[in-house]
T-cell receptor, first 110, second 116 residues
Framework: QQPVQSPQAVILREGEDAVINCSSSKALYSVHWYRQKHGEAPVFLMILLKGGEQKGHEKISASFNEKKQQSSLYLTASQLSYSGTYFCGTEIGSNYQLIWGAGTKLIIKP | NAGVMQNPRHLVRRRGQEARLRCSPMKGHSHVYWYRQLPEEGLKFMVYLQKENIIDESGMPKERFSAEFPKEGPSILRIQQVVRGDSAAYFC??????????????FGEGSRLTVL
């Protein structure tokens, strides 16, 4: 039931792009994306509701393909501040409970 | 407007002792969630509470763990007779939205429990 995130880790140079994927075996009501820096609280990035919408947050955007039961997070022209672990949380049915992926660790080098 | 406040940030206990973790949600938020996180892993849902009510405790171990969110005061996650396997970071999140609604969760900085 836990969504699968890929890749598990990625190392980029500042300015490069990255894509993080989140796939579920269950039909999804929504997908939530958070970023967590080491030793800190997870911080909200965005929510995507079923309907195939795409959202953006500065240079971070995401898509949600409900037919494929997957979401992708796109980071363009990455900055050092983007480093951290990215988690997707999936909502199966509108029941508020999120099932979290294991995370994708993103390291940005200058 | 203060964020979600958790304390203590770090707690060390010996096996068999009790651990009490506290969470004060953001002002105006009456929905609290507790999550557990092991190193290099994702968040595992434990319990969802509203004021004076446990809505969903399906993620809580049946024994030794309990949670409450009283009318006044913080939400408390209580772990009795701790064992080494309880060592983890425990995060609290709050939300202004109720059950069935989808919204942003506001997380606290977490309480890191170490059991010796």
């Amino acid at each position: 039931q836990q969504p699968v995130q890929s890749p598990q880790a990625v190392i980029l140079r500042e300015g490069e792009d990255a894509v993080i994927n989140c796939s579920s075996s269950k039909a999804l009501y929504s997908v939530h994306w958070y970023r967590q820096k080491h030793g800190e609280a997870p911080v909200f990035l965005m929510i995507l509701l079923k309907g195939g919408e795409q959202k953006g947050h500065e240079k971070i955007s995401a898509s949600f393909n409900e037919k494929k039961q997957q979401s992708s997070l796109y980071l363009t022209a990455s900055q050092l501040s983007y480093s951290g672990t990215y988690f997707c949380g999936t909502e199966i049915g509108s029941n508020y409970q999120l099932i979290w992926g294991a995370g994708t660790k993103l390291i940005i080098k200058p | 407007n203060a964020g979600v406040m958790q304390n203590p940030r770090h707690l060390v206990r010996r096996r068999g002792q009790e651990a009490r973790l506290r969470c004060s949600p953001m002002k105006g938020h009456s929905h609290v969630y507790w999550y557990r996180q092991l190193p290099e892993e994702g968040l595992k849902f434990m319990v969802y509470l509203q004021k004076e009510n446990i809505i969903d405790e399906s993620g809580m171990p049946k024994e030794r763990f309990s949670a409450e969110f009283p009318k006044e005061g913080p939400s408390i996650l209580r772990i009795q007779q701790v064992v080494r396997g309880d060592s983890a970071a425990y995060f609290c999140a709050s939300s202004p939205l109720g059950q069935g609604a989808t919204g942003e969760l506001f997380f606290g900085e977490g309480s890191r429990l170490t059991v010796l």
